[in-house]
């Protein structure tokens, strides 16, 4: 099986993608595209699936520039020395030949570019990362490479959609706590269960950071586990593990 890659027509010209897990050499729980060194997953098939992104991405398995993600809203920007074990949740670079890359399994990857500048960004954010502004730091990270926010797209890739991300309501109540604005990302589930709606709340933030313009690829990663890993999934499943699923931008 080859590799699928899923793209948007707002990050051209430059090289990117949302990579699904098709074509990888990983097997069992994990079988596909994993690339996350940081799973149990043997590292030689991890290799062999980083080897294929960066053959995709027209770049040397060197040249994927990645960090160590914590749910922050920490930004690295990338320039003669690629990262090396940073802890961060987002890139930027205006550096040709690198790849900037993040690993997700239901959080939102977003890669951003501005054309023009010739600056580009990519983000892990999930519902910590989201709400502690990693999104307008990859934006404010950009605009110091050179990038202009007015210039700048960006668009989400495969995440759990607000339909498969059931929460309690101490979750509810730390998000109202904060802003009761939040409760529009919210709908009534089973019982007292609640239903996140992250890349809403995802596309809200990046739309009132003042970009061009934010889209999401409508790909729910929990409810297609043909192409998508997903946390969640693998706890429902009781699974011991879970694969990572990559996405890329280069200049």
Not at 89 to 100: E, I, K, Q, Y
Not at 134 to 154: K, P, Q, W
Not at 229 to 242: C, F, L, P
């Amino acid at each position: 099986m080859t590799i699928e890659i899923i793209t948007a027509d707002i990050l051209s010209p430059f090289r990117h993608g949302f990579f699904t897990r098709a074509g990888g050499a990983s097997s069992g729980i994990f079988a596909g595209l994993n690339c996350g060194f940081g799973s149990s997953d043997q590292h030689e098939a991890v290799s062999i699936n980083r080897g294929r992104v960066a053959a995709a991405m027209e770049v040397t398995p060197e040249d994927l520039a990645g960090v160590h993600q914590i749910h922050s809203s920490t930004v690295v920007t990338v320039n003669d020395e690629m990262p090396a074990g940073v802890r961060a949740d987002a890139l930027v670079t205006n550096r040709p030949g690198v790849a900037l890359t993040v690993l997700t399994a239901d959080c939102q990857p977003v890669l951003f570019a501005d054309a023009e500048a010739g600056v580009i960004g990519a983000a892990h954010a999930g519902w910590k990362g989201t709400l502690g502004g990693v999104l307008e730091a990859t934006i404010d990270a950009m605009e110091a490479l050179g990038a202009d926010r007015s210039r700048t797209v960006a668009v989400i890739g495969p995440t759990i959609s607000q339909a498969a991300y059931e929460v309690g309501p101490e979750f509810f109540d730390s998000f109202y706590d904060e802003d009761p604005a939040f409760a529009r990302f919210f709908t009534n589930g089973t019982g007292d269960r609640l239903l996140f709606n992250l890349p809403g709340l995802g596309l809200d933030r990046l739309r009132a950071a003042g970009i061009a313009r934010a889209e999401w690829t409508r790909h729910c990663t929990y409810s297609d586990a043909a192409r998508f890993y997903s946390y969640r999934r693998s706890v429902h499943n009781k699974e011991a593990d879970y694969g990572r699923l990559i996405a890329a931008i280069r200049l």
